[in-house]
C-alpha cells in the first residue's frame, strides 16, 4: 500500500483487491457537496482574505484551552443545574422528549411502563437526569440503576435475566435510599426463592455459600460475570418465568409499602437505564440483537411493574420493528430541512450556537477562532450532523491540533478530517444500502432480516444514520460520509453496468 504526503496529511493509496471495500482520507475539508452551498463561502474561509492573526501558546493561553477541553467532554452527563446545559428541545419548533415523558407520569393513574431512546451521543443520559429532578421537584420518589451493572451488555439476554435484574436493582436502589424491607434485599430473598424450587435450582444454588446473604451478593456477582452460571440459571427458569415474574412483582411490592410507610401517597418512578447497550460485538451482535428483539415482542407485558411507574431506555431499532410502540426518542437536533436541496435549519443551528457558547465560555469562540469565528462554528455545526458528541469532538480535536491562537483554517479542516476518519471505512455493501436509504430518508430497515437489523443497529450506534424530526420523523446520513458513500455506490454500480 503506497503512502504519500500532503500538507501535513497521510495520504494511503489502497491495492486493487482493497479498493472496492475501503475509503481512505482526503486532504480537503471532508464536507459534502450540499454542505460547501450550506456554507456559502465565507464559512470556508478559504476566500475571506482575513489576516493571520494567530500568536503562540502562552500560559495563560494553555490555562484556557485546557479549561475548554474539560467543558467540551463529549460522554460527560450533565447534572441539573449544570452552567454548561443548553435545552435545545425547549423552543417553539421542538418537542421535548423529557416533557412529553413527564406528562405520560402525570397523567397516567399510578403506574405506567414507558420507552425511552435516545442515539449514543445525543445526551439520553443527561436528559434522564432532567426528567429526575423534574419530577423529584414535583413530589414524585424517584430511583435509577443503571442496566450494565447487572447484566453482561456482550452477551444475549433472557427475559428471566432482566427480571431478576429489575428486582435487584430495585433492591439496591432502596437500600442507598436507606429503605429496609424486612430486612432483606432481593437477592437474600431470590437465593430462599431458588431453593424452595426442584433439584436442578438446588444443583445450581449448592455452589453457593450456605450463608444466604453471602450467597445473596455472590449470585449477584456471577450472573453479571459468569456467563455459563447466567445460563445455566437461565436454562433451569425457562418453563418457571411466570413464577418468577411473580415473585420479583411480589418484591417489587413489598418495596412500595416500604416507601409508602415513610412517605404516605407519594407516587413511585423507576428508571431502568442502559439496556439499549446490550449489543454484542462483531462475533455474536446479530444473536445479541435478536435477544433484545425477542424479549420486547414476547415479554413486553412483563415489564410492566404494579404501583411504579417504570422508565426504560431501549435501543432505538426497536421502533422500527415494533409496529405501534410507544416510545419516546430523542432525536439529533435539525440542521437542515427534509427537501431535496438540504436547506439549512436556521432554528437548529442557532440552538446548538447557544449550546456551544456555554461550552466555550464568555468570548470564548473569539479567543479560539478568531475574528471569523461565527462562520467557523457554522461551519462545524453543520459538519456534525447535529449531533451533540461529535460536535463536541470537533472543538476537542481542534484543541489537540492547536500550536497557536487562534486556531488557523488549516487547524479546523485538519479536525474535520480526524473526526470524519473514525467513520471510516465504509465497505461497498454498507454503501449501497446507505446509498439508497440517503436517497429516500425513510425507514431504515428495507426487510426484517437479521442482516437488515444488525445493519440498522451499527449505523445508529455509530451514528452514520441520524434520526430528525420535523412534524414526523425521517432519517439521513451523517454529513461528514455522504460524499463518500456515493462515490463508493457510483463505482459499485458501474461496475455492474451491463
Not at 495563560?60 to 463529549?74: A, H, I, R, S, T
Not at 443520559?125 to 429532578?133: F, G, S, V, Y
Not at 485538519?414 to 454498507?430: G, H, K, T, Y
Request: aromatic share 8%; with cysteine.
Amino acid at each position: 500500500m503506497g503512502v504519500t504526503q500532503t500538507g501535513g496529511i497521510i495520504l494511503r493509496k489502497a491495492s486493487p483487491a482493497r479498493t472496492a471495500a475501503c475509503t481512505y482520507y482526503s486532504p480537503s475539508p471532508p464536507v459534502d457537496s450540499v454542505l460547501q452551498e450550506q456554507l456559502a463561502g465565507p464559512a470556508t474561509r478559504a476566500s475571506t482574505g482575513i489576516l493571520d492573526l494567530s500568536m503562540p501558546l502562552t500560559p495563560d493561553d494553555e490555562k484556557f484551552l485546557k479549561k475548554v477541553f474539560n467543558n467540551l467532554k463529549p460522554d460527560e452527563p450533565l447534572r441539573p443545574g449544570d452552567a454548561r446545559y443548553e435545552p435545545v428541545y425547549d423552543r417553539p419548533d421542538c418537542v421535548d422528549p423529557v416533557a412529553k415523558v413527564f406528562r405520560k407520569i402525570q397523567l397516567s393513574d399510578g403506574e405506567s411502563t414507558i420507552f425511552f431512546s435516545g442515539f449514543r451521543g445525543s445526551g439520553k443520559t443527561t436528559e434522564l437526569n432532567r426528567l429526575r429532578a423534574h419530577l423529584e421537584s414535583r413530589g414524585y420518589f424517584v430511583l435509577y440503576a443503571d442496566a450494565i451493572q447487572y447484566v453482561n451488555s456482550a452477551l444475549p439476554i433472557a427475559i428471566s435475566d432482566l427480571l431478576i435484574a429489575l428486582a435487584g436493582a430495585f433492591s439496591d436502589a432502596l437500600g442507598e435510599n436507606g429503605m429496609d424491607i424486612a430486612g432483606e434485599n432481593y437477592w437474600t430473598r431470590l437465593v430462599h426463592w431458588l431453593t424452595k424450587t426442584d433439584v436442578e435450582l438446588k444443583e445450581i444454588t449448592a455452589k453457593l455459600d450456605a450463608d444466604p446473604v453471602k450467597a445473596g451478593a455472590s449470585l449477584k456477582l456471577e450472573l453479571k460475570s459468569t456467563p455459563s452460571f447466567r445460563q445455566r440459571l437461565a436454562d433451569a427458569l425457562s418453563d418457571r418465568i411466570g413464577s418468577l415474574r411473580d415473585d420479583v412483582a411480589a418484591f417489587f411490592e413489598d418495596g412500595y409499602k416500604a416507601i409508602q410507610r415513610k412517605r404516605p401517597g407519594t407516587q413511585v418512578v423507576f428508571i431502568f437505564d442502559s439496556l439499549e447497550q446490550i449489543r454484542g460485538s462483531l462475533l455474536n451482535e446479530n444473536s445479541v440483537s435478536r435477544s433484545v428483539e425477542l424479549l420486547f415482542t414476547n415479554h413486553q407485558s412483563m415489564l410492566s411493574i404494579p404501583y411504579l411507574h417504570m422508565v426504560y431506555t431501549v435501543p432505538p431499532w426497536l421502533k422500527f420493528l415494533l409496529n405501534g410502540v410507544d416510545m419516546e426518542v430523542i432525536p439529533a437536533v435539525r440542521t437542515w430541512h427534509n427537501d431535496e436541496a438540504r436547506t439549512r435549519c436556521e432554528e437548529g443551528i442557532a440552538a446548538l450556537v447557544d449550546l456551544l457558547q456555554k461550552r466555550l465560555g464568555a468570548d470564548g469562540d473569539l479567543r479560539l477562532l478568531g475574528p471569523n469565528h461565527a462562520a467557523a462554528i457554522q461551519q462545524l455545526i453543520l459538519v456534525s450532523g447535529g449531533h451533540f458528541r461529535d460536535l463536541l469532538r470537533l472543538f476537542r480535536e481542534i484543541i489537540l491540533l492547536i500550536d497557536q491562537l487562534p486556531a488557523s483554517p488549516k487547524i479546523i479542516d485538519r479536525a474535520i478530517v480526524e473526526v470524519r476518519s473514525s467513520f471510516l471505512p465504509i465497505a461497498v455493501d454498507d454503501a449501497v444500502w446507505l446509498d439508497r436509504f440517503m436517497r429516500e430518508r425513510s425507514s431504515p430497515i428495507p426487510t426484517g432480516t437479521d442482516q437488515d437489523i444488525s445493519r440498522l443497529t451499527r449505523f445508529l450506534d455509530s451514528h452514520i444514520v441520524l434520526n430528525l424530526r420535523n412534524g414526523e420523523d425521517w432519517y439521513d446520513i451523517h454529513p461528514l460520509v455522504r460524499d463518500e458513500v456515493s462515490r463508493i455506490a457510483a463505482a459499485h454500480n458501474a461496475d455492474i453496468q451491463p
